[in-house]
């Protein structure tokens, strides 16, 4: 993907805001512009080889779930196309016009299997998020039902993992309830919307953002390759990683390197990048079949 000449923006009067690690944002006559990339963001850290295409599988995918999910809450999305005689190609297929919000700064995360992060911390204390877990559960397993483990927000470095009383701390007693309990509904049901599609979910994030008037609603991307693990329930077996439809397979072969996770990142190999185009493309058309 190739951002705009600048004087196009200029032209349309788009106003550049920030990149974060996948995503550019701009403002326009008091909307948001997100526009997905192709860059891919792997332990925090924005990898210098681009995925091809990658932007507009996740604009995709991203919308078939808000639209899926849009009974249980409302969405920033006001467009996907441009307004009329805005004519910018870069953008296409990548673009969602939003409603202004304050971003909630807390990533609110559903697990429903022990995986990544979350299998690290049970190996250690025998706790999810904080949770306390039945012994003896192995890698990849299903937990008795789905958590809500939230983490701080971070544009740049790492995002944390924190616990109930500190999430609790941030947003406030009523807060936390509210987005817990709605991260748990959206997970509970795109969670069994994708195992009919052959697809398991261990686990996903979502981001929230607060209108003018209070109301809480989705924003950023739902339920993408790049924020979730996605397996594939024919080859399920705990025990051990998954094989999967997500970016986990670029961090598996980043775990082969002599690499400490820090920027610069890496450049990928070829049949790397080839290899995760082909992930992405195949959990977009199961889940939209």
């Known amino acids: 993907m190739s951002n705009p000449d600048p004087t196009v923006l200029e032209a349309y009067n788009i106003e550049r805001l920030r990149s974060g690690k996948v995503r550019d944002l701009y403002t326009w006559r008091g909307e948001f512009w997100i526009v997905a990339s192709d860059r891919l963001s792997a332990f925090d850290v924005i990898l210098p080889s681009a995925i091809p295409d990658k932007g507009r599988l996740l604009t995709r995918l991203s919308r078939h779930w808000f639209e899926l999910l849009s009974g249980l809450v409302p969405n920033h999305v006001l467009s996907y196309d441009l307004p009329e ?31 990544g992060s979350g299998w690290k911390e049970y190996q250690m204390r025998g706790t999810v998020g904080g949770y306390v877990l039945p012994p003896g559960l192995l890698e990849s397993s299903q937990l008795p039902h789905p958590l809500f483990t939230p983490s701080t927000k971070a544009e740049a470095g790492h995002d944390e993992n924190i616990d109930e009383a500190a999430a609790r701390s941030i947003l406030g007693d009523a807060r936390y309830a509210q987005l817990r309990d709605l991260t748990l509904s959206l997970y509970t049901k795109a969670a069994a919307y994708a195992l009919e599609r052959g697809i398991i979910i261990a686990d996903t994030k979502f981001e929230f953002g607060l209108t003018p008037e209070d109301e809480v609603i989705l924003i950023d991307e739902a339920l993408t390759p790049d924020s ?36 610069p990142g890496p450049f990928l190999p070829q049949e790397v990048i080839d290899g995760t185009v082909a992930k992405y493309r195949e959990a977009l058309e199961r889940l939209t079949r």
């Open 228 to 263: 979730s693990r996605f397996w594939p329930a024919d080859r399920y077996a705990p025990g051990g990683p998954q094989p999967s439809f997500d970016k986990q397979y670029v961090r598996d072969y980043l775990e082969t390197l002599d690499w400490d996770k820090s920027p």
């Open 85 to 115: 005689g805005v004519v910018i190609p870069e953008w296409e297929g990548r673009l969602v016009r939003a409603r202004r919000c304050r971003v909630i700064p807390v990533e609110c995360i559903a697990r429903g299997y022990v995986s």
